[in-house]
């Protein structure tokens, strides 16, 4: 068996040209920490995604035409719903193990964002993304959108009452964009909303386009991945010429468990945990909102800025200008194109050209640990602005009280935020700095022979000593000599990036990391 199975493998890999690129593969070694396996999680999140999404497209209608319910669901029987509708009920109620492969595809999708924009994050903290990985990030950004639109596209499809409402909003935003909003409307929807082809459309949008085109990009992601060996946290023997990590048939063992324990995982909570329970809400009806209407969490920060938004509006030459609608869609836009251009702005500002392959401590960056926190605090209170019925029902508040407290946090909390998570790297930084000097602290208090109490401090050991100050620290730009410019005077962009250099590697931006000479000075001391 074992002879055949070689003459197989030897046949194929002489006609498809792949064991010499496999033998390679498999010399490679593989970093072995708990935060690479946020990537595996969004990989397996999204077979289970096309796994069960082939499933429910076997039942699942795409159709707005009104038919009349005679399913197993009592009290919904005898009343005109849509196709679609009709469909997600059957599916749910009559087609066994229906109800759970639609609830593990909605709970996939769920863990598919949350692991990526998690992915992303830790991406971001570490410095990952820095020279040869800018195209990994601007991929790995872009499939984040693209999840969520995914999303956006799914839970719109089963035409109920919850979906509706979603659907409605979207269109409100999409009308507000000037002269095209009219007609992109009109084409996404086949003519006035809510129209006769948008399930449709919608359907074609969610199983067909994204997910070729994320396929699409998970694959580079794969083949980029494999082309630069991996980052790496910084330790003892690690450079960037190398890479210290367990074997690829120990690593490719380890992903397969992983892959099963991600699949019971997602299968466990679709079997225990309820998910959009479309029987409760209803049909969709035109004429109806249903009160309390959240949209995944994902979708959060679009519809916390919608609900936030003054309902400004300016008209001019006979046309309305919708503000209320404009300014979050612009907001939210802009929110994540500054997070998407960021690797490219510090490269810019440090004018590092060099290749990056050991990680970043978040402290050792105190600037872009600052303003990653006060991003995600901008995430995070426009997430809270999409609740403000709920938070005002749940504890007895005005809905206008929440809402003007989320106004004011956007732009207060993320300025608070970045102070904090500033001088909190500072001062971990500091602590570093006096603990590789002085050693680690003992807890035992001595009493010198002129009766002073000191602590006793412990030297720490080559690895930790290492860890502390391995990290490499940039030197703010000089201004540039008005002799290399024409005019005697260096250009804008010159003096922003001279700005920009001092405000992320300034005095007041990091601390400065123990000399060798300090170190061998206070231990001879």
């Known amino acids: 068996m074992n002879e055949s199975g070689e003459r197989v493998a030897a046949w194929a890999g002489a006609r498809l040209g792949y064991r010499g690129r496999a033998r390679e593969a498999l010399r490679k070694a593989f ?21 069960t999404g082939v499933y429910l497209t076997f039942y699942f209608h795409p159709s707005s035409e009104l038919v009349t319910y005679r399913g197993s669901y009592a009290p919904l029987r005898g009343q005109l719903v849509s196709e679609a509708f009709d469909s ?12 759970l492969i639609r609830q593990a595809h909605h709970w996939a999708a769920l ?3 949350a692991a990526l924009f998690v992915h992303m994050m830790r991406i971001f903290f570490t410095g990952a993304f820095r020279k040869p990985r800018e195209l990994n990030w601007v991929l790995g950004f872009s499939l984040l959108v693209l999840a969520m639109f995914g999303g956006l596209t799914g839970y719109d499809l089963p035409g109920d009452l919850l979906s509706g409402t979603g659907l409605a909003v979207v269109n409100g935003t999409i009308l507000s964009v000037p002269i095209v909003g009219t007609y992109l409307s009109m084409f996404l929807f086949g003519g006035q909303f809510p129209g006769d082809d948008l399930v449709a459309r919608f359907n074609a949008i969610h199983t067909l386009v994204i ?3 994320m396929a699409a990009l998970i694959i580079a992601l794969v083949v980029l991945s494999l082309r630069h060996r991996p980052a790496q946290y910084p330790g003892p023997g690690r450079t960037n010429k190398n890479v210290v990590g367990i074997p690829a048939q120990v690593y490719l063992v380890k992903s397969a468990g992983f892959f099963f324990l991600v699949c019971g995982v997602i299968f466990f909570v679709a079997a225990v945990a309820q998910i959009n329970p479309v029987w409760e809400y209803g049909p969709y009806r035109p004429d109806q909102v249903s009160a309390g209407s959240q949209p995944d969490w994902y979708m959060g920060v679009a519809d916390g800025l919608l609900r936030v938004m003054p309902g400004w509006e300016v008209s001019a030459w006979g046309h309305t200008l919708a503000l209320d609608n404009l300014v979050p869609l612009l907001a939210g836009v802009g929110l994540f194109l500054v997070m998407g251009a960021y690797p490219f702005i510090e490269a810019w ?3 590092d050209d060099r290749e990056q392959h050991l990680l970043d401590r978040p402290r ?6 600052a303003l990653g926190a006060a991003w995600l605090s901008v995430y995070l209170v426009a997430l809270t602005g999409a609740a403000n019925d709920v938070i005002a029902i749940r504890l007895h508040v005005s809905v206008n009280a929440v809402t003007w407290a989320v106004r004011i946090g956007l732009f207060v909390v993320p300025l608070v935020v970045y102070r904090v998570a500033k001088r ?3 001062g971990l930084q500091r ?10 602290e003992t807890g035992v208090v001595k009493r010198l022979p002129h009766g002073e109490y000191v602590e006793v401090h412990e030297p720490l050991g080559r690895e930790k000593l290492y860890a502390l100050t391995a990290h490499e620290q940039y030197t703010p730009l000089a201004p540039p000599a008005g002799d290399d410019h024409p005019d005697g005077r260096p250009t804008r962009a010159q003096r922003l990036r001279v700005r920009l250099s001092r405000g992320f590697y300034g005095e007041n931006s990091q601390i400065r990391k123990p000399t060798e000479e300090e170190y061998k000075e206070i231990t001879r001391s």
Do not use: Q
């Open 31 to 51: 970093p072995d920490h708990w935060s690479f396996l946020l990537g595996e999680i969004c990989l397996y999140s999204f077979v289970v995604l096309v796994l």
């Open 111 to 113: 863990i598919f964002v």
């Open 349 to 351: 500002v440090t004018g």
């Open 364 to 369: 050792n960056r105190p600037v872009r640990t």
């Open 211 to 213: 997910p070729a085109l």
């Open 431 to 440: 602590r570093d700095r006096d603990k590789a000097l002085h050693g680690r």
């Open 88 to 99: 997600t009920m059957h599916l749910s109620f009559d087609v066994r193990g229906g109800l």
């Open 424 to 426: 909190w790297a500072l």
